[in-house]
C-alpha cells in the first residue's frame, strides 16, 4: 500500500502564478517530511523540508505546509517560473529510530511561459 | 565534493542475464539507500543500509534482487535472473549520520532488460 500518495500526476501552471503541489500520507509515525525536484536524466535533488513540530517552512520562492490532523502536506511555489518545470516527489520518514524515506509517485510541474 | 557516483548509467541487457548496479555514496555519510523509480510505483525504495549493515530489506521485490555494502565506500545491487520488468531507473543516495535530513542521489543507472 501506498503510504505516501501525491494523487495529481501532473499540473500545469502559467508563469508567474502559484503551483501548489499536494501529499497525504498515511502513516501517523511519520514526523518529518522533504520534497525534491527532478529533471529529466538526472537524479531528484532535495528542495524544502518541514518537521512535524512546525507547520510551515519557507525558503524563497518555496514553501511548505503541515496538516498532520489532516495528514496532508503543500508545497506552494511562488511565482512559478519555466525552470521549475520538473517532476517534484514528497518524502516522509519517522524519527523513531529510522530514517526510512518513503517516496510518493511524483508530480509533474509544467510552468508555461 | 564529489557526490554519490553511481554506475553504470545506463544497462541494456537480455533477460535471463545478471546484472550489477554500482554507487559509491559521499564520504561521511552513513546511511545508504537503494530505489527503484517506475511509471506506477513512484520512487520506491528497495533497501537501506548503516554503517554498512542492511537495516531493511523489505522492499526488495524478489529474491531475484541482493545489495552488499562491502565496505563504507561501496556498495552494489544484483538482479539474477533480470527479467523484463526489471526495467526501471535505479537510484542510489546517501545521508549524514546525523538523523533524517536531506538525501543526496546519483544520477542513477536506467537498465533495460529485452
Known amino acids: 500500500d501506498q503510504q505516501v500518495k501525491q494523487n495529481s500526476p501532473s499540473l500545469s501552471v502559467q508563469e508567474g502564478r502559484i503551483s501548489i503541489l499536494n501529499c497525504d500520507y498515511t502513516?501517523?509515525?511519520?514526523?518529518?517530511f522533504l520534497w525534491y525536484k527532478k529533471y529529466p536524466a538526472e537524479g531528484p535533488t532535495f528542495l524544502i523540508s518541514?518537521?512535524?513540530?512546525?507547520d510551515k517552512n519557507e525558503d524563497g520562492r518555496f514553501t511548505v505546509f503541515l496538516n498532520k490532523s489532516a495528514k496532508h502536506l503543500s508545497l506552494h511555489i511562488v511565482p512559478s517560473q519555466p525552470g521549475d518545470s520538473a517532476v517534484y516527489f514528497c518524502?516522509?520518514?519517522?524519527?523513531?529510530?529510522?530514517?526510512?524515506?518513503?517516496f510518493g509517485t511524483g508530480t509533474r510541474l509544467k510552468v508555461l511561459a | 565534493d564529489a557526490g554519490v557516483i553511481q554506475s553504470p548509467r545506463h544497462e541494456v541487457t537480455e533477460m535471463g542475464q545478471e546484472v550489477t548496479l554500482r554507487c559509491k555514496p559521499i564520504s561521511g555519510h552513513d546511511y545508504l539507500f537503494w530505489y527503484r523509480q517506475t511509471m506506477m510505483r513512484g520512487l520506491e525504495l528497495l533497501i537501506y543500509f548503516n554503517n554498512n549493515v542492511p537495516i531493511d530489506d523489505s522492499g526488495m521485490p524478489e529474491d531475484r534482487f541482493s545489495a552488499k555494502m562491502p565496505n563504507a565506500s561501496f556498495s552494489t545491487l544484483k538482479i539474477q535472473p533480470s527479467e523484463p520488468r526489471d526495467s526501471a531507473v535505479y537510484f542510489c543516495a546517501s545521508s549524514y549520520p546525523t538523523g533524517p535530513g536531506e538525501l543526496f542521489f546519483g544520477e542513477g543507472s536506467r537498465l533495460t532488460v529485452l
Open positions: 518541514i518537521s512535524s513540530i512546525k
Open positions: 518524502a516522509a520518514s519517522g524519527t523513531s529510530g529510522t530514517y526510512k524515506y518513503i
Open positions: 502513516n501517523s509515525m511519520f514526523d518529518y
